[in-house]
């Protein structure tokens, strides 16, 4: 079980941190990812890291804004987001996956239930 936190309704510009732990220590996990789902749109990619080598990763619209960090003894995973835009608002889910393509939502096995960003203009 996945469980976010840290969203919010915020102004242009200001910054949130979601988190993401899990209820159960991850097994056999490849990494772990952060992606978002606006209204009447799909869920996109927005970052992941390896839950082992640390290596993280983002989509381009977040690059340089967006941060991704883990805590393996606390079986979290975390998403600094800075400057944040309009075009952020969604629904934030976490999830885990066994599998290399990390910004593949298909490959997910797990996911929370996800956490609202509002960013107001």
């Known amino acids: 079980q996945l469980e976010e936190s840290g969203g919010g309704l915020v102004q242009i510009g200001d910054s949130l941190r979601l988190s993401c732990t899990a209820s159960?220590?991850?097994?056999?996990?490849?990494?772990m990812g952060w992606f978002r789902q606006a209204p009447g749109k799909e869920r996109e990619f927005v970052a992941a890291?390896?839950?082992?080598?640390?290596?993280?990763f983002y989509s381009d619209s977040v690059k340089g804004r967006f941060s991704i960090s883990k805590d393996n003894p606390r079986s979290a995973v975390y998403l600094q987001m800075n400057n944040l835009k309009p075009e952020d608002t969604g629904a934030y889910y976490c999830?885990?996956?066994?599998?290399?393509?990390?910004?593949?939502?298909?490959?997910?096995?797990?996911w929370g239930q996800g956490t609202q960003v509002t960013v107001s203009s």
């Open positions: 999830g885990l996956t066994k599998e290399s393509a990390i910004m593949n939502k298909n490959v997910y096995e797990s």
């Open positions: 159960l220590r991850p097994y056999n996990t490849y990494a």
């Open positions: 890291i390896t839950w082992f080598g640390g290596d993280a």
